[in-house]
C-alpha cells in the first residue's frame, strides 16, 4: 500500500466532488491513512441552508445528541472554539490538533461536548478549515479514538496533503452546483418562460431576464436574496416558506393583482428533487410565472394542505365556488341541509372566513 503522502489525493477528492455519494468513502481513505477511525466533512454557521455533518464509519445515530449537547456552539465545542480563536488571529486554515484543543478546552462554557466525545469515543484528532465565506464554514477533520492515541506529526503532514485536494474538491462542486442553477436558469430562459430558481432557503439562485422585468417593474419584491409580493391566498413570501420547508408543499400556486387595469399574474412553485447532501448551492426549487388560467386540478390537495380541509370538505368548497345551492348539493352528496349547514361552517372555521363571500374570495386565488 502507498503512503498517505504518496496517494493521488487530487483524484479522491474530485472524483468526491463530482460524484457526492464518494465523500465517506474519500474521508474513509483519509482517516484509514492517518492512523484515525473516522474522517469528517462538516458544514456550518453562515448562510448554509443546512448544516451537513458528514464522518466515516459512523453510525447517523451516534450524531443525534450532537446538537442537543451544542455541538455547533463555540461555547461548548472545543473544535470550533479552537479554530474560532485562530481565525481572530487572522489564521484561517492551520492544522489544529490536540494540544490546540487543551489549550481552549479549559474556557468553555460547558463540558457536554467534551463528555459526548468521551462518550463515542473520539476524544483525539486534527482539523483544518477547507472553506470560510459569507456562505458559512466548511471544515475537515480526522475523529481518534481513545485508543490511537493523539496525531503525530507524521500523520498531520498527511491530513496536510489530504486536505489541500478535499478544498479543491469542495470548491470544485460549490461551483459545480452553482452552475446548476445558472443552468437550470437558462434553459427557461430559451424556451422564453419567466422563472427564479431558488436554493434551500428560498434565496434565489438565479433568474430569467422576463423575471427581471417584473423586479424592475416593482410587481416582485427582492430583499436580500428573498422574493416577496402581495398575493392570494397567501403573501409571495408565506408560499416560498411553504414550499421550501421539510413536509412543506411539492406544489404551490399564488396570484398577484396588478394595478392600471393589467392581467394578474400567476406564480407556480415546484419544488425540485432533493439530494442526500450538498453544500448549499444546489436548486431547491423554481417559481414559474404565467399568465392566470382557470386550472383546477389539485386544487382539493392545497385546500387539504394550506387548510386542513377533508375530501367532504373541499367537494363542498368547490361546490359552492361553482355556484351550487346548498339545497342542490346536500342532494348531490346524499345528506339533509342540517348535515350540510354544519360542515360549511367547519370550512369557515379552518379557512378563517366569516361568511360565504369571504370564502368565495378566498377560493377565486385558487381557482386561476
Known amino acids: 500500500m502507498r503512503s498517505g503522502e504518496q496517494l493521488d489525493w487530487d483524484d479522491i477528492f474530485m472524483s468526491a466532488a463530482l460524484q457526492p455519494d464518494l465523500w465517506t468513502e474519500a474521508l474513509d481513505t483519509m482517516a484509514r491513512h492517518t492512523g484515525a477511525s473516522h474522517g469528517q466533512l462538516i458544514g456550518i454557521g453562515g448562510m448554509r441552508d443546512v448544516m451537513f455533518n458528514i464522518a466515516s464509519n459512523f453510525e447517523d445515530s451516534a450524531f443525534e445528541k450532537f446538537v442537543e449537547v451544542g455541538g455547533g456552539s463555540p461555547n461548548t465545542n472545543f473544535r470550533i472554539a479552537a479554530s474560532q480563536r485562530h481565525i481572530a488571529r487572522g489564521l484561517y486554515d492551520p492544522i489544529l490538533h490536540e494540544w490546540h484543543y487543551d489549550e481552549v478546552i479549559p474556557d468553555l462554557s460547558s463540558r ?9 469515543d473520539v476524544p483525539f484528532g486534527c482539523q483544518t478549515n477547507l472553506v470560510i465565506d459569507g456562505f458559512g464554514v466548511v471544515g475537515f477533520a480526522t475523529l481518534r479514538k481513545r485508543r490511537e492515541g493523539r496525531t503525530t506529526p507524521a500523520q498531520r503532514r498527511v491530513f496536510s496533503h489530504a486536505a489541500a485536494a478535499a478544498r479543491r474538491g469542495v470548491r470544485l462542486q460549490e461551483r459545480l452546483e452553482g452552475e446548476q442553477a445558472r443552468f437550470l436558469s437558462g434553459a427557461y430562459e430559451a424556451i422564453g418562460i419567466c422563472a427564479f430558481v431558488l436554493d434551500a432557503r428560498g434565496r434565489v439562485l438565479a433568474h430569467t431576464n422576463r423575471a427581471d422585468d417584473l423586479l424592475s417593474a416593482g410587481d416582485i419584491r427582492l430583499s436580500g436574496s428573498f422574493l416577496n409580493a402581495d398575493a392570494r391566498p397567501i403573501s409571495l413570501r ?6 421550501i420547508h421539510d413536509g412543506g408543499l411539492p406544489n404551490i400556486r399564488v396570484r398577484i393583482e396588478l394595478p392600471a387595469q393589467r392581467p394578474p399574474l400567476l406564480i407556480e412553485g415546484f419544488r425540485l428533487p432533493i439530494n442526500s447532501w450538498s453544500f448549499g448551492r444546489l436548486p431547491h426549487a423554481v417559481l414559474i410565472v404565467n399568465a392566470p388560467r382557470r386550472d383546477r386540478a389539485g386544487v382539493g390537495q392545497l385546500l387539504t394542505l394550506l387548510y386542513g380541509l377533508t375530501a367532504a370538505e373541499t ?3 368547490v361546490r359552492l365556488f361553482d ?3 346548498r339545497q342542490e348539493i346536500a342532494a348531490e352528496r346524499g345528506v339533509v341541509p342540517e ?9 369557515h372555521a379552518k379557512c378563517g372566513v366569516d361568511d360565504e363571500a369571504d370564502l368565495m374570495r378566498l377560493l377565486a386565488a385558487f381557482f386561476i
Open 112 to 120: 457536554q461536548y467534551v463528555d459526548w466525545c468521551e462518550e463515542i
Open 315 to 317: 367537494d363542498i368548497a
Open 339 to 347: 348535515t350540510l349547514r354544519g360542515q360549511i361552517k367547519r370550512i
Open 238 to 243: 408565506k408560499a416560498v416558506d411553504a414550499l
Open 323 to 325: 355556484g351550487k345551492a
